[in-house]
């Protein structure tokens, strides 16, 4: 077992609970082990083999069923949980599967050549927002002929597959690529974000190609009944969408030199508050999403040495709260494997995997830190070397998948931890090898069963395990 020199050190003056895992797994491997042995020789050799290959029954998990191999792509990609069917989306289509067998239910795919560039993050209720268009055709000067970009909406019910509207948007360029909180959904609307490929190049004082309050509109997510258009600041420009029942969100550029955050009312898309990202300006250049709506936090990665790199939360009226560093007191956060920081909607928590140095060699932890304060609450260290590849959170445990690497084996392991303390109430380990060296972009989990979601060139979108 892994244990850290730093065992429940304080944080600001806090105690924080350590809560390391490994004893009471090998408690139970002893007793069934112990009941191997009794039963003869050869008994207690299987029992040793299954014993370091985690493989021991109520030990482990095994394959339940997994999606077929899948044309990867660089943008389009998006996955939702809807009751007992997970859906992925890819540049060229929308899939959706039953959780139970894995039996295909329903493809959508877009119309003609157009490809999908942007995905709703979240389904609010069954429906998803894809915003999708065609490359711009080029002669052979390499000049665009026919420039159609991202220009259309389409709102998918995710339990039938059926489309239930489409609409337009002003694209920002012929050329797509992958571009987060184009739209949102949430509090039953459909909020879409149009473009404006000058905001970056215009020179202050110049004609814009589209004014900022004309940019961000709310649709009936059902109907596409249009409902408003957002009141934006004068000289602002939004940039990144999110939306909930308490309000709808955006991340502003404005007067192209600064990033702010802005917070309409869902009702009538009236302003309530504008605010800096940070005290000091963030970039027009840096990578700013939403990690969630509500509670609002933002992930902010500026590019410069020096620049911002940092989960942000806001209250509900707009106060900065807590701040959660990529590479601070509780260790360093990768931030190209988003699967591993989430946020604990139901406990007001930012859970992130993070890497510290243990002794001789680097591990991963799990760390909770509260939304309010960005204070640390507990951290557990994974046994041994395990890498940690993605984090689910629901109803009070954290499932965290990993890749046990350090084994000649090369199997995935599985924790679940109380979210409220970061006890250890369960470990297992995989009988298969779950994400075969692709990225694991998401994790569900549902009814007993634990979904790696994947994406990349070749892949297998789900991977259904469940435990034996």
Known sequence: MTT???????????????????????RWVAVVVGVLVVGGGAGAIIGGILSDQGLLPGDS???AWQSPPDRGAAYGNGDWLVGDTVVRSRFDAVTAFDTGSGQKRWEHAVPGRDEICAVSRTADGSVALLAHGEQGKTDVDGEVEQDRGCATVTALDLTSGRELWRTRRAPETGELDTEPDLVATGGGLAVVRDGD??????LPGAARSLRGDQALRAFDLRTGAPRWKAAV????F????????????????CDRT??????????????????PLDRRSVDVRADVTFLSAD???????????????????FSPDGRPQGRVEFDGGAGKIDEYQLARVIVDEDGGRL???????????????????????????????????????ALHSRGGRVTVLVDRGYKQSKKEGLYVLDAATGEEKDRRSYSEDVNHDKPVADLIVQDGLVIAVQSGEGTRSFAAYRPW
């Open 4 to 26: 850290d020199s730093d065992a429940g050190a304080a944080t600001d003056g806090q105690a924080v609970t350590d809560a390391t895992p490994g004893r009471r797994r090998r």
């Open 61 to 63: 998990m095994e394959l």
């Open 197 to 202: 490929e000058d905001w970056q190049y215009e």
């Open 233 to 236: 600041p004068g000289g602002c």
């Open 238 to 253: 939004p940039h990144r969408v999110a939306a909930a029942a308490r309000h709808v969100v955006a991340v502003l550029v």
């Open 258 to 275: 600064e990033l702010r955050l802005a917070a309409f009312d869902p009702a009538g898309g009236k302003e309530r508050w504008t605010v």
């Open 295 to 313: 509670p609002l936090v933002v992930r902010v990665v500026e590019t410069a040495p020096s620049g911002l790199r940092a989960h942000l939360a």
């Open 351 to 389: 859970l992130a995997l993070t890497t510290v140095r243990c002794r001789r060699w680097e591990c991963d932890r799990v760390v909770a830190f509260d939304l309010t304060s960005g204070r640390e609450l507990w951290h557990t260290t994974l046994y041994n070397q395990d890498e940690g590849l």
